[in-house]
């Protein structure tokens, strides 16, 4: 990447910098003016889900329901080809004077299928996505952090983002109304 | 959001928000004479080609009619459904357009009067369409077993009872919100929920009975426990699909504007996807049993069916009632654009009619092999479904244009007007 590694005196590296907010009103005007400034690699903490945040930050909409429906429907129809493999073709038995290959039969399980792999493929995929699991995150070594989870609304611009400056950055986040702006080490 | 003060008065957010302002929530004196006339002139006209119809083959005739009619009392009873449900779980974000379910519901005993004409005409022709009830069926022995029930006295007299029973139950729902409507009462709101919480299971019964009666003694030796659910999935199905053909109609008149949002238009949308998914798979569920059990009253019922053309239509009903929808409306923004979404309304009341068609029409030509579906004559059909909705669709335009858009007084309207969905 091209973004510069940046480290703190003691020689730490720079994981991004953190600006405190008091209401959800304050948090997401900041959100907007950090979405205006171009970043991209960035993130808001809160104690409860805002509505409209998502806009405020410009998030993209997922394409995980895309990805659910094409492996959901291959491994629909990968269910049906096993089941016509399996008692249309290889091991042949008479169940209740049907044909060998029947369709009806081989509904339920098609369906069950790919309802599994879509549970699978929504779970393994917001993990992923989520980048999850981590073993820690950098965010989590500062004390004042955990009062995102009580009273306490954050944004955290990560030093990966190609806009960071370290100057720059904590600027605008002053100018947005943050509090107990701080570096945050990996 | 709504404020309600001590003295039990539900100001809600009233004349103050500028989406419910008078003349975005009422239609003009006079407005909808174009549509009214169009419609009651398709209803003549349709009847008047099952009149000319009943005088070439007066069983198809009946049989057409019985269609039509079928799908009408099915569009009403998804919208009963719908209030029922939407009173029980106090849902908020219908508020603004509740009142056009309240009155798809309120033609409901109407409709089903038309219940009556479709008795006489099988009674003057000597049960053509309720075979049990004709001379060739007496004696059988499985009618004999059924007889307990399936007797004419004890028919007339049920489908009697189920209209008015509909009736009482839809005319108190309406009355309270009518009332609400002049004295702004909130509590009308909870003795609503109060009603809907008995009737919607006296509806669940009655409906599903109705169907027995009115659809599945058609074949007497046939039988499904699943009938009921078929019934009524297709009924919640169609009146999905009226409601957001009828919203999507006013917001083109320019009316409901800021009450009705695309944020509506995807939760109907969803409504009618899940009840395409849920039609889909209960009506599988039905075959597949049937299918595996093989026991010949109930497999006769899909073996008249596959003769001549029917599998074709067989085929046309899970691809239009199905398939395609299904696909098609998985995507968020079919669901959110109101022209989208009301193509699919309209897709989805055409593709219940060849449902009910599949249903009811193969009783009266399939002996005949050379042409089992009768499409010689399929011009009745055409003139029954369109006369029937015809009708109905003059009743809806004289219901909407007959007060305000919306239930002025719901304490829930603020709700409404916020309603986003955030995914």
């Avoid at chain 2, 998804?78 to 209030?83: E, N, S, Y």
């Avoid at chain 2, 009708?391 to 244009?401: A, D, E, F, R, S």
Wanted: with cysteine.
């Amino acid at each position: 990447m091209s973004s510069k590694v940046y480290t703190t005196e003691s020689g730490e590296v720079v994981y991004g910098i953190v600006a405190e907010f008091d209401t959800p009103a304050d948090v997401y005007h900041a959100a907007e003016q950090v979405r205006d400034a171009g970043y991209s690699k960035w993130d808001v903490h809160t104690p409860f889900p805002i509505h409209g945040m998502e806009d405020a930050m410009g998030v993209k909409r997922t394409i995980l329901p895309m990805i659910i429906g094409v492996v959901g429907l291959t491994c629909a129809g990968l269910g049906f080809l096993m089941q016509w493999w399996m008692n249309g073709v290889d091991y042949q038995l008479t169940v209740q004077g049907k044909p060998f290959a029947t369709w009806q039969a081989f509904v339920p399980i098609t369906f069950e299928l790919g309802i599994l792999f879509s549970a699978f493929t929504a779970i393994i995929g917001m993990l992923f996505f989520n980048r999850l699991p981590q073993w820690y995150h950098p965010l989590l070594k500062k004390d004042r952090f955990l009062r995102v989870s009580d009273d306490r609304f954050m944004i955290c611009i990560e030093a990966g983002d190609s806009n960071f400056d370290p100057d720059r950055t904590r600027a605008l986040l002053e100018g947005a109304g943050g509090k107990h702006i701080d570096l945050v080490e990996e | 959001m709504s404020q309600i003060s001590a003295a039990g008065q539900s100001h809600g957010v009233g004349a103050d928000h500028p989406a419910l302002r008078s003349s975005n929530i009422s239609m003009a004196p006079g407005a909808g004479t174009g549509l009214k006339s169009a419609f009651i002139g398709l209803g003549v006209l349709g009847l008047a080609v099952v009149a000319i119809g009943w005088f070439k083959d007066s069983t198809h005739a009946l049989a057409s009619l019985h269609v039509g009619v079928i799908t009408a009392i099915t569009i009403c009873l998804g919208a009963t459904f719908f209030v029922l449900i939407f009173n029980l779980v106090n849902a908020g974000w219908v508020s603004t357009f509740k009142r056009q379910y309240e009155n798809v519901m309120s033609l409901l005993p109407i409709v089903s009067l038309l219940m009556i004409p479709v008795f006489v005409l099988d009674y003057l022709k000597g049960g053509a369409l309720f075979t049990w009830m004709s001379s060739a069926a007496h004696g059988d022995v499985i009618l004999e077993k059924k007889a307990g029930f399936l007797n004419p006295m004890f028919f007339y007299a049920r489908s009697a009872f189920y209209i008015l029973l509909w009736a009482y139950i839809t005319s108190t729902l309406r009355r309270l919100s009518l009332e609400q409507d002049r004295t702004g009462d909130k509590w009308l709101t909870a003795k609503a929920r109060r009603t809907s919480a008995w009737a919607i299971l006296v509806m669940a019964l009655s409906a599903s009975f109705a169907g027995f009666d009115w659809l599945m003694s058609i074949d007497f030796k046939f039988f499904s426990t699943m009938w009921g659910v078929y019934f009524f999935a297709g009924s919640a199905y169609v009146g999905t699909a009226t409601m957001i053909l009828i919203l999507a109609l006013l917001r083109r008149a320019g009316k409901m504007e800021g009450a009705v949002t695309s944020e509506h238009f995807h939760d109907l949308g969803k409504l009618l996807f899940s009840f395409t998914v849920f039609w889909a798979y209960i009506a599988f569920s039905q075959y597949f049993l049937i299918w595996y059990s093989g026991i010949p009253e109930e497999t006769a019922f899909f073996e008249m069916r596959l003769k001549g053309a029917w599998p074709m239509v067989g085929a046309a009903v899970i691809i239009s009632h199905f398939a395609l929808p299904f696909v098609i409306m998985l995507f968020r923004g079919i669901k959110r654009n109101p022209t989208t979404i009301a193509f699919f309304a309209i897709w989805s009341i055409a593709a219940h009619v060849i449902d009910m068609f599949w249903v009811v029409r193969p009783v009266v030509h399939v002996a005949n092999a050379a042409d089992p579906v009768g499409w010689g004559m399929i011009w009745i059909d055409a003139g029954a479904v369109l006369g029937v909705l015809g009708v109905l669709g003059w009743l809806i335009v004289g219901k909407v244009t007959s007060g305000p858009l919306v239930a002025v007084n719901d304490p829930r309207l603020g709700e409404s007007l916020d309603h986003r969905n955030y995914v």
